[in-house]
């Protein structure tokens, strides 16, 4: 009937989601490794699930840049090269600098600061890069992800552009994935962790892009030179 298939379908869809978020996590967290091939079969049955939502979560996250699709061998982990990271810093950037000029020249997709709604919702993303500068300082990677993506993704929601805030939460997942396969060959991560967070949310508040910009071009010098010096050694 129409409405068992409708909610068929609704199932799989969500399934195939939560599959694409389990994977993207696993990577994220360094259980699967670069490199590391799996197929669907292997997959289907380590969650219990059929095959048909499996392949297509797959294929999501190819189509994400974190996973490469083998016609023969089924799917591998992407390894990110140093120039890899480079061009994922160099894109990230431009898509930051677009909500810093939509700011400077008062865009009116950018959400009025002196709106109460908005002035709450600055405080909560204040809030969650409190909690990442707390787990870079503690030098815990997982902790620190999903507050920086979490971070990120309610700070560029404010510029009123959903289309941005997609684009920017997927090129920053790409910069964690690479980033944490060269960061967990490091004993300790403390000290070695960016935590700017408030910093650059403070600023912006204030409306200070010179400021901000400053904060970005300095952890993205920070970023690119650890991980040059990690991938050449």
Partial sequence: MPAT????????????QQIADALRDEVLAGRLQPGQEFTVKEIAEQYGVSATPVREALVDLSAQGLLEADQHRGFRVHEYSY???RGII????????GMFQALDNGHRGYRDLDD?????A?????????????AATAG????????DLRFWRELSTLFGNPYLADFLHRLRVQSWVCTVQHLRRLTDLRGSLWSGHTELVDALAERDTKAARSIV?????YSLALIERLAAG
Avoid: C, M
């Fill in 217 to 221: 071009a300095a952890y993205n010098t």
């Fill in 5 to 16: 298939s409708g909610n068929g379908a609704v199932t799989r869809s969500t399934l195939r």
């Fill in 140 to 147: 815990d990677i997982t902790v620190l992800i999903g507050y």
């Fill in 122 to 134: 600055v405080a909560g993303v204040r809030r969650r890069g409190e909690e990442a500068q707390r």
């Fill in 83 to 85: 120039e890899d990271f």
């Fill in 90 to 97: 160099e894109a990230r950037g431009l898509v930051i600098e």
């Fill in 116 to 120: 109460p709604r908005t002035a709450a």
